[in-house]
């Protein structure tokens, strides 16, 4: 009997011979607006494996504007993002922390998230066959540059102020609560993000890095494990010098920008971590050919497969053509279905 798809993955996290790479597709509203029948024949034919469970939640923090439009978007945090491009997120031109000691009381934590309606999860993870994972994801990074500002948190990371880690402390006790509410629900896997390098490498010093964000994901995996449940993460840009403290805490998948990096330097980590994708976005999606795609993916497959440890995932965002995004999963069954 053939697997379902929450089985391969699974199998493809524990490295146990899935019958094929399992497939995830990330859309955005950029493609989702321009490319509506064309996502819809690629699910068609290539179904996704993997799904997030709403929350459900009795309340909801309050926002202003839609995120995705031009104009501003306030976040459940209180930020204010400008957007110039529909279809994408924008950025934080005005922090709301000024001063560490006199703003943080503006800030609003949103604790509403704590409101899930666990009995609703359940049942739709019950009703799926799917891989599903939980609809939260802490990003302490880059919730701290919303509210800080970049070039400000960079300076403040390398001498700490008392009330930033005070803040950062209380910020990461919400996230552990939020992860324990969702940990105790059905869901297989837990996410959680945040976009840590460059072009060429780690945005921060790694021994700042180390210092004080490893700890904080060092307890996010240990809520996950204690719960029987897999932890997934996101991180984009150059981060090949913090791989080996990944691995070291326990993460099970990582969804990071493996071409960015060099897929060849990531064959000493190959059977340790599944990866979650992703086939280039930067130059092959928007700009290479079908056969471009076939290449890459194979370079994947042969550099990082070791019976599993690969999601085939790739993100249809800003730029991509469509039948590139097609063809990621078209070269993944032609390499793994035959085995």
């Given at each position: ?10 199998q493809?996290?524990?490295?146990d011979?899935p ?8 859309t955005?509203?950029?493609s989702?607006?321009?490319?509506t029948?064309?996502?819809a024949?690629?699910l068609a034919?290539f ?7 709403p929350g459900?939640c ?9 995120p ?19 279809g994408?997120?924008?950025e ?11 703003d ?13 309606d ?6 739709f993870?019950a ?11 802490p990003r ?9 500002g ?15 880690l ?8 919400f996230y ?18 945040d976009?840590?390098g460059?072009?060429?490498?780690l ?8 210092e004080?964000?490893k700890p ?11 719960a ?14 913090i791989?080996p403290?990944l691995?070291?805490?326990?993460l ?15 064959a000493?980590f190959?059977?340790?971590i599944t990866?979650?994708?992703?086939i ?9 050919t079908?056969?471009d ?10 550099t ?12 249809f ?23």
């Amino acid at each position: 009997m053939a697997a379902t798809s929450r089985e391969l993955v699974y199998q493809a996290l524990n490295f146990d011979r899935p019958e094929r790479a399992p497939r995830h597709l990330w859309t955005m509203p950029w493609s989702e607006t321009r490319y509506t029948h064309e996502i819809a024949a690629i699910l068609a034919n290539f179904p996704g494996d993997m799904a997030g469970a709403p929350g459900y939640c009795a309340e909801l923090p309050p926002t202003e504007g839609d995120p995705h439009e031009v104009g501003w978007f306030r976040d459940e945090w209180g930020c204010l993002f400008k957007n110039i491009q529909a279809g994408v997120i924008g950025e934080v031109k005005d922090p709301l922390v000024r001063d560490w000691g006199a703003d943080t009381g503006k800030v609003h934590v949103p604790r509403e998230w704590l409101t899930i309606d666990r009995d609703r999860v359940n049942r739709f993870c019950a009703e799926r066959s799917e891989f599903i994972t939980g609809g939260c994801c802490p990003r302490p990074f880059e919730q701290l540059q919303f509210l800080r500002g970049t070039a400000e948190l960079y300076t403040d990371v390398l001498a700490p102020p008392p009330d930033m880690l005070s803040f950062v402390r209380d910020m990461h006790a919400f996230y552990c609560e939020l992860l324990e509410v969702w940990a105790a629900t059905d869901v297989d896997g837990l996410n959680i993000m945040d976009d840590w390098g460059g072009q060429n490498s780690l945005l921060i010093d790694p021994a700042v890095w180390r210092e004080i964000f490893k700890p904080m994901y060092r307890d996010y995996i240990e809520i996950a494990h204690g719960a029987g449940k897999k932890m997934f993460m996101h991180t984009d840009g150059h981060t090949l010098s913090i791989f080996p403290d990944l691995i070291e805490l326990g993460l099970d998948a990582i969804n990071a920008q493996i071409f960015c990096i060099g897929v060849d330097k990531l064959a000493p980590f190959a059977g340790q971590i599944t990866f979650w994708g992703e086939i280039d976005r930067q130059h092959l999606l928007p700009h290479g050919t079908p056969e471009d795609i076939d290449r890459a993916v194979r370079t994947v497959y042969e550099t990082l497969w070791r019976n599993g440890g690969c999601i085939a995932q790739c993100e249809f965002g800003p730029g991509a053509r469509p039948e590139n995004v097609r063809e990621v999963f078209v070269a993944w069954d032609a390499l793994t279905l035959k085995e």
